[in-house]
């Protein structure tokens, strides 16, 4: 950690400073210049509370150096990490592997409406080729007058339409006191408004489940690793990070898809990155350009929304695609995977 | 709601989308132009979901009209919110009243240390203005490797303070299994990473206790007002808005303080709103002059951090500001209130 | 135009501001609810100014229902633009085709250094598949300290690098008393930094020069079809938009690439939308993963830094591919697009 | 400087980086870790280009210790700058003072439409207290369909206003061939979209005039200062940097007021500092709070928008005080500067 003063600190103040660091178990290596004294902190900087040091009326500047993020970083695992998913239902014995080259696409529609609907979309998705079935039954909701979801009943919904496909299943825990219906959940996951829930992320570290955590709208992807390293830390290092769209001032799509992401997350972390494009933009046209860009970025995987409505098809969720608008997404995927790996 | 169809609707498009709106109950409104076909919905709208017609593929845009939040529009409550948060400890029975011109004057350390600390601090913010007492025992750290605060020792500490002063006490409740330990707790706090927590809001609905929410890094002014329409929808009145500053691009200061937020919200809503300009900059010099600017923009309070450890004054919290600082900030709050009232 | 009238505006107000709506030559359509009415104004409100009507005191929002921009809007002119460049450099008589499918690649160095330089990189890029040459000549750089750029003279280089290459030329004109030396340019770069000066606008709106109109850091993609309709509306239909980044509050690169700007530019316009990834990112090694993701999403071309500076390579700048990288990630790219055009 | 290098950086890549920074004349001080060095560059880093090194493969991080902007810095130059403009009208000779303790209210229309308007503003904003005129002749307008101004006729007209009332005027610059028309113009503005319009910066160094320069709708107050610094590198001093809003997702708004922007410029720099309330927030009723929240935080002066208008006051432009309006707002700012100096 580098801490910058003030050309007007005195020398007992920036004694004081010193003592106080070493007092903490770090060395400190002291540079003098015309303009300002540089201190280099030497030593285990991670639990050194930077916002605390900028705070000094003496201090310019503090810069971290070492990542905060242990568990999840590269620089201490450099492989890709890969893990299974296993579902237990119906005798389906084959797991799915998620990181590491192994693609994983989910698929579903955004909530969980009735058994028909959930088991007709999973058979079609499972045919196009999910390998994951996705669905809201409890649904974080911007406004209390909006439908909330079917909470525990969605997921025995979920629960059947898995024993029928063998697909497993992913939807998300929006509190604690839901996780006891989560049982026979294969995947679950934590939305973009729970990022930074660190008593969530915590419990979730005890579940030796797979977590599917998606970025904050207004989360760093430094803030979006310290949130995996939150799972990790509790002892679940099974974590897919999902990018899907930040807030900017841009209106033209719902959230600004941050592609870059992808790169830039895979080369700090060994975990598998994915990305939600029917959350990033909002608007179902958009949803195949953005895929595709994502497969030419290096995602790990997709996580799409899939409505199976005809009937009703005009006034179906904005950001669901038909089951077939999925199967030609998914075709043109795998073909923009090969031509990227050739 | 308004909505305008792409030039290319065909009439059946636009047909069956009447239609679907009139089965909502709503009456639709027609106007034909040469590029474009406006439909007015007239009606209750309140449930409608707009994101869903957005996305139509023969829907070109959608304003909405009417806000969605309703119990927290001074549309419908044309007076300022007043309420009052009595501390039942000690013997003090003498009230504090909130909103309609009652400023609020919040003070405490970042984090409850001891017993020592937090009854010293409740002390010195009295005598010098502060009404109600803060301080963190549940803490939402970035970082899993930052201290986490005291929890349920934080809050027992919180309320000998409360004993010893009669101040009322104000402290952040992270996760609803928390909730138990609440009970002596005068105000509960929801943070900025919660404002979204719609499980912690509804449950909030339900505890007749004030909330003081803070604004989310990336939420609008709506969405905090459709936030306190999930807490006051349980059947809580009781919301006070805190503006605490958003992420923007600038990074001279931790947050940006977004100063007309106070105008605006006191324009939309008759809840009162105060500031927390600590969190806001994050940087203890800018304490005192964003605190002027919150009083003389018209807020109905501050939440600021002080603490109080003369020995290790060099070392403290970036955020906090000394006894003295604070009395002396206080001082000139009233002097500027004064100012802009008279 | 639909203007929504707060509930406490009088009749007399609404009277007077409908009068005056009318004095501008549009009829307006009235419809009273319970909490607003609502005035859906209509004929031609392309230069109604609406931020104007929005600061009434009566008026709660104001919506366009029509793009300002007609030139460049696609619902009048359905067709993609497709536009040549001719260089007239050496013989060369085959011009390069932009939009409607002719895919363009632009490549060179960030800034024009010394002939051998241009010339040496020009004829490797040229030989791995650009059909243009950029560089810098004049440069905007944030601080004055930086190196400026070899104005006049830099130009004067690319030139020599056409005559020897036959690639038409792409450079920037930061003010428009550098026109002068643009003779020779084929392609006039308008920088992000001034995708706002008006003034430049109109003069290049005179030229009969293709324009590369880059996006500003903080501005909407309808502002950037509001900058190119000021090119346009001087006559000058050849306009070629670039989406460059966006600023937003990540720091991890050093702008935000935009991607789902790419298929809502070219839904809202007929003009050929390319990307920079060089500058959207800032980092080397993220620039091919970025072109890929362009290339797979729909972009009519790209432009690219290179350099060729193999004793210096080490510390050359940090957006410049080598000459070697670059043919690499012109084959990757030209596999993607075939990929999605199957 | 700081540069952290990765860990897999080869003793030869290091070596070479370190050979090359000190062909640039510096001095390295090297230091070894665990899993990273780190390089201190010590000397005259000011023209080092940070971008260039963060681009290498090698490098982790770079952290500038000294700030690049050196004439606006408060760390050379640690009074207050105070400079005068002297309105060569009508035989005033009292000049208006600028910085230091000296308060700074301009005010005027939006844009100047006619003789009589400007001339009535004038002498009412006069009356109340303004120490200077503005008025807009050269407009940026979004759109090329909107009114652009009356050019070198509306400098005329504001020189007339200038003769009548002995009030200094200032009016935006948008683009140097238009500088033969500012002889009698006192201050020269630079808008917000011109911020880093470099040539237009230089080009004002040499004109021996006060320059307000407004902040860029996307900048930090770094580059505010490095803009600040372009002028003052040219020769000329004396530049007013102007707060105006910055561009976030906030929408209920028309930009940000970066209140906080003040203390920090004053903080790094020693030039005035003034805040436009009107631009801030696009909406007049918003205006007068803002402008109290800038005189409690410390602003040096306000630029505020005045019409003169009654006939058509409801239709007048949105963030337009009348002039009764602007002298409650004079009289309300000067008690709480006093409520705040006291």
């Known amino acids: 950690m580098i801490v910058v003063l003030k050309k007007d600190a005195t020398i007992e103040q920036r004694g004081d400073l010193i003592e106080w660091i070493k007092s903490l178990g770090l060395d400190v290596h002291l540079s003098e210049g015309k303009f300002q004294t540089v ?47 296993n579902s237990n239902a119906g005798g389906v014995t084959a797991g799915v592997k998620i990181g590491d080259g192994n693609f994983l696409v989910i698929a579903g529609p955004c909530s969980v409406e009735s058994e028909e609907q959930i088991c007709a979309i999973a058979e079609s998705v499972k045919a196009s080729g999910a390998q994951m079935l996705r669905g809201g039954a409890f649904k974080p909701r911007t406004s209390p007058y909006d439908f909330q979801g079917l909470h525990a009943d969605g997921i025995e919904l979920l629960v059947k339409a898995k024993k029928l496909t063998g697909l497993p299943i992913v939807t998300e825990l929006m509190d604690l006191s839901h996780l006891k219906y989560f049982d026979e959940v294969d995947v679950i996951q934590v939305g973009a408004r729970n990022m930074q829930n660190m008593e969530l992320l915590k419990a979730l570290g005890k579940t030796g489940k797979p977590i599917l955590l998606k970025r904050g709208l207004a989360n760093t992807v430094s803030e979006l690793l310290l949130s995996a390293e939150y799972i990790m830390a509790g002892g679940n290092e099974q974590v897919i990070l999902c990018e899907r769209g930040i807030r900017t ?21 060994h975990l598998p990155v994915i990305v939600d494009p029917s959350h990033a933009c ?40 038909t089951p077939e608008q999925f199967a030609d997404l998914v075709k043109s995927v795998n073909r923009v995977r090969e031509a990227v790996n050739l």
């Open 39 to 85: 201190l280099g902190l030497i030593g285990d900087t991670e639990s050194v509370d930077e916002e605390l040091i900028k705070g000094l009326s003496i201090v310019q500047s503090v810069t971290r150096v070492t990542e905060k993020f242990k568990k999840a970083n590269r620089k201490f695992h450099n492989d890709d990490s890969v893990f299974e998913v």
């Open 282 to 321: 909002g608007i179902v046209r958009y949803v195949k350009p953005l895929s595709l860009a994502a497969a030419a970025c290096g995602t790990d995987g997709l996580i799409v929304e899939v409505h199976n409505n005809p009937e009703r098809a005009l006034c179906d969720g904005p950001q669901s695609l």
């Open 249 to 269: 001032f841009e209106t033209a799509t719902r959230n600004t898809l941050d592609i870059a992401a992808i790169p830039v997350l895979k080369e700090l972390s």
